[in-house]
C-alpha cells in the first residue's frame, strides 16, 4: 500500500510540469477557471508559478524514486508524512492570509496534512511488517 500511494502521490505532483511549459495563455485559462480572476502580469508572477511547478514535479520524481525502495528510505518517509502534516498547516495560514477562495483553503491544506498523516500511518503498518528497522 504504501508503495502504490508514493507513486500515486508522485504522479500527482509530476503532473504539475505540464504548467513549467504551459503556454502562458493555458496558465491563465487555469487561473480564471478556478475562479482566481485574470491572472496577473510579470515576469515575477510567472517565474513563480512555472518554479513552482517545477518544484512540485521534482518533488514527484523523489517519492516515484523511494517508492522502489521503501524498506531503504523508510526513515525518509516518516520525515516526509511529518514535514507534510506541518507543510498543510501552513498552507492553510499563507492561503488565510493571501485571501484565497475558501474553498481552496479548504481544501489544499487539510488535503496536504491529511495525506502526510496517510502516509505515515502506511509508514509504519510498512516497517512493522518487516523484520527489521531502517
Known amino acids: 500500500m504504501l508503495v502504490v500511494l508514493l507513486r500515486l502521490l508522485g504522479l500527482l505532483d509530476f503532473c504539475a510540469s505540464i504548467a513549467v ?6 496558465i ?11 491572472f ?3 515576469p515575477l508572477v510567472e517565474y513563480l ?5 517545477v518544484w ?4 514527484g520524481l523523489l517519492l516515484w524514486f523511494i517508492s522502489c525502495d521503501v524498506e531503504r528510505y523508510a526513515r525518509l518517509i516518516l520525515c516526509l508524512s511529518y514535514i ?3 507543510q498543510g498547516a501552513v498552507i492553510v495560514g499563507i492561503d488565510l492570509a493571501a485571501g484565497m477562495p475558501g474553498w481552496w ?3 489544499e491544506g487539510p488535503c ?3 495525506l502526510g498523516a496517510i502516509l505515515l500511518l502506511a509508514g509504519r503498518g510498512s516497517r512493522q511488517g518487516t523484520s527489521h528497522h531502517a
Do not use: D, Q
Not at 511549459?21 to 493555458?26: E, G, K
Not at 491563465?28 to 485574470?38: D, K, T
Not at 508559478?49 to 511547478?53: D, F, G, H, L, P
Not at 512540485?56 to 518533488?59: D, E, G, L, N
Open 21 to 26: 511549459v504551459a503556454p502562458r495563455a493555458w
Open 28 to 38: 491563465g485559462a487555469c487561473h480564471e477557471w478556478l475562479g482566481l480572476g485574470p
Open 40 to 42: 496577473p502580469s510579470g
Open 49 to 53: 508559478a512555472r518554479c513552482t511547478s
Open 56 to 59: 512540485y514535479a521534482s518533488y
Open 84 to 86: 507534510l502534516i506541518i
Open 105 to 107: 483553503t479548504a481544501i
Open 112 to 114: 496536504c496534512s491529511g
